[in-house]
């Protein structure tokens, strides 16, 4: 049985900064790509970073380039998402995501994945 659970979540201030974790068990996590998802109130689940099962490949939406790093730990069997600069529209509900196969890169397609954590909130406030 495949667990994912996020952490991390919380209040902040725009300007300032969280990282996410995300536990994954039931699979040999470092044999498959993850990714980081959010939903706001009212909009689709959305993109936001991925990372290929070795780490040696990640991609960004265009909204968090520049100030969100995906990673993992694989001896951790960890995914984490560093957030700086945070801003009000970064508020949602964070996902992490594991691929369906192994041995696959990045993937920015909600279809890609098969297992998901219950979420996380993040609310940046103005």
């Known amino acids: 049985q495949v667990q994912l659970v996020e952490s991390g979540g919380g209040l902040v201030q725009a300007g300032g900064s969280l990282r996410l974790s995300c536990a994954a068990s039931?699979?040999?996590?470092?044999?498959?790509?993850m990714g980081w998802f959010r939903q706001a109130p009212g909009k689709e689940r959305e993109f936001v970073a991925t990372i290929s099962y070795s780490g040696g490949s990640t991609a960004y939406a265009d909204s968090v380039k520049g100030r969100f790093t995906i990673s993992r730990d694989n001896a951790k069997n960890t995914l984490y998402l560093q957030m700086n600069s945070l801003k009000p529209e970064d508020t949602a509900v964070y996902y992490c995501?594991?691929?369906?196969?192994?041995?696959?890169?990045?993937?920015?397609?909600?279809?890609?994945?098969?297992?998901w954590g219950q979420g996380t909130q993040v609310t940046v406030s103005s």
């Open positions: 039931g699979r040999t996590f470092n044999m498959y790509g």
């Open positions: 995501a594991q691929r369906a196969l192994p041995w696959r890169g990045t993937a920015t397609s909600r279809e890609n994945y098969t297992y």
